[in-house]
């Protein structure tokens, strides 16, 4: 049986304390993988969350335990979403979520470098425009080229008709939409320009002011282009519920 461990901190101390004690429980050695903890309160957009330091503290948290950690494969606990291309841009291996289902469930579909989006016009929500529905239909995906009741896609699909099917549907999309994003963030990270990538994917997101964040704590932490390129894995995992 294979237990993956984990480790929690909200600043370097905690982590380090963290590291030490699994290290002495491995007789001194560095594990193979380990998990990140505790970053789920640092992603929320809540009031008081940035007490602890929100974003930053999760980018620095996973550079810190990179430089620490530089042959382990790490996981990431619960990020997932758009703070996933930081997550890998900080050299994370892998993460689980599950908001891809859980907006779906609200009615959001996702895109590559876009942010959330709903497909029928409601009070106060962020619909697709003209631009962006011909960009959806391209979609490749099997909730796009479904055939239920002869829609041309799932744009024509009535929520309020059946909900269930067009929630199952929305899941379908989004998983697919973050799957393939995988795929070619793997490759970005082969070819050394995964920052290029999270660059433009996040050039619309509120979260591109983080890679600059990303920028000045990788300084901090002196970790050259080419050490940082050698803990980049080129093979990306996520782990979806």
Known sequence: MS????????????LDLSIRLLRDILGGSDPTAVSIGSMVPLNKTSKGCDLVG?????IKAILHVRSELPETFVH??????????????????SFD???????AAYGVIQLP????RFIQQRVRRKCL????KFKFLECDCPACKFNFQNPTSMLDFDDDVDRASARRLRSLHN??????????????IYEGKIELFVRDRLKSSVL???????????KDYKITEESYQKFRSTKLESFLF
């Not at 470098?113 to 959330?116: L, P, V, W």
């Open 3 to 14: 237990i993956l461990p984990t480790i929690h901190g909200y600043d370097e101390k905690t």
């Open 54 to 58: 929100g974003k930053n503290a999760i």
């Open 76 to 93: 990431l606990l619960g990020v997932g979403g758009s703070m996933a291309y930081l997550g890998v841009l900080c050299g994370a291996d």
């Open 97 to 103: 979520f599950a908001g891809w289902v859980q907006k």
């Open 113 to 116: 470098g876009m942010s959330d």
């Open 129 to 132: 425009t003209t631009e962006e």
């Open 175 to 188: 998983v697919h939409v973050f799957e393939t994003e995988m795929s070619v963030m793997a490759r970005f």
């Open 208 to 218: 591109r002011k983080y890679i600059n964040v990303f920028r000045e704590i990788y």
